[in-house]
């Protein structure tokens, strides 16, 4: 696949419940990056991971909400103990570097998570 | 006050007319993005630019770095056109990137025929 992919594409689930949402990005991407919109607004920042490792993660809401990318690659964006505030499109990115002139964002599809 | 403000944020423009969205932003930046968000989500980047003009068929954008300010034209619009435009920068740190997106809110877009 070209581009990023990610998984489900629709998730509901019950407050309280654990989700876990799943991001595939271009081969060869280092830096990946964890985005959030409600609607009607800008995509807030989540956590940047480059390689292995996050280097950012200062926009997640709260510990509830925790991402690992174990190999550099895959990355699983995790959601405990879900509320109603939780309910967004998660989107993910990637690009080849952080710097300039790598740092060129593509975005997958999405997933859209609704907490009832 | 946004780090990153867009106006308008709502524009119905005619087929055919010339459109200008435009972008300011308070951060120190190395690049600014455009983006456009068709309805279910799909976000595909337009333009990643550090400085003057792109342009990219009927699609040009501008910055001036000084000034924090950048444009969005799009030329001849047509239906095709009507989706959520956005501006993007990604704030440096000291001379470095850190990587993540600031993020404006958005324009909402409709070409009529």
């Known amino acids: 696949g070209a581009g990023v992919s990610q998984t489900p594409s629709n998730k509901v689930t019950e407050k309280g419940k654990y989700v876990e949402l799943r991001c595939d990005p271009i081969?060869?991407?280092?830096?990946l990056y964890w985005y959030r919109q409600s609607l009607g607004q800008g995509p807030e920042f989540l956590i940047y991971?480059?390689?292995?490792?996050?280097?950012?993660d200062s926009g997640l809401p709260n510990d509830r909400f925790f991402a690992v990318r174990p190999e550099g690659s895959v990355s699983t964006l995790k959601i405990q103990r879900t509320e109603r505030g939780d309910s967004a499109v998660y989107l993910c990115?990637?690009?080849?570097?952080?710097?300039?002139?790598?740092?060129?964002?593509?975005f997958g599809p999405g997933t859209r998570l609704t907490v009832l | 006050k946004n780090e990153v403000e867009q106006s308008p944020q709502n524009l119905t423009a005619q087929e055919g007319e010339f459109i200008t969205i435009n972008c300011s932003y308070s951060v120190g930046i190395s690049a600014l993005h455009w983006l456009q968000q068709h309805p279910g989500g799909g976000i595909v980047s337009l333009f990643m630019?550090?400085?003057g003009k792109k342009k990219h068929g009927r699609l040009i954008a501008t910055i001036n770095i000084q000034e924090k300010h950048s444009s969005l034209h799009i030329t001849a619009s047509h239906p095709r056109d009507s989706a959520v435009y956005i501006c993007?920068?990604?704030?440096?740190?000291?001379?470095?990137?850190?990587?993540?997106?600031?993020f404006g809110q958005g324009t909402t877009l409709q070409v009529k025929p």
């Open positions: 991971f480059q390689g292995t490792g996050a280097a950012d």
């Open positions: 081969s060869g991407h280092t830096a």
């Open positions: 990115a990637s690009s080849f570097g952080a710097a300039l002139p790598y740092n060129e964002q593509f």
């Open positions: 630019l550090s400085s």
């Open positions: 993007a920068v990604p704030p440096t740190r000291g001379s470095s990137n850190t990587g993540k997106l600031i």
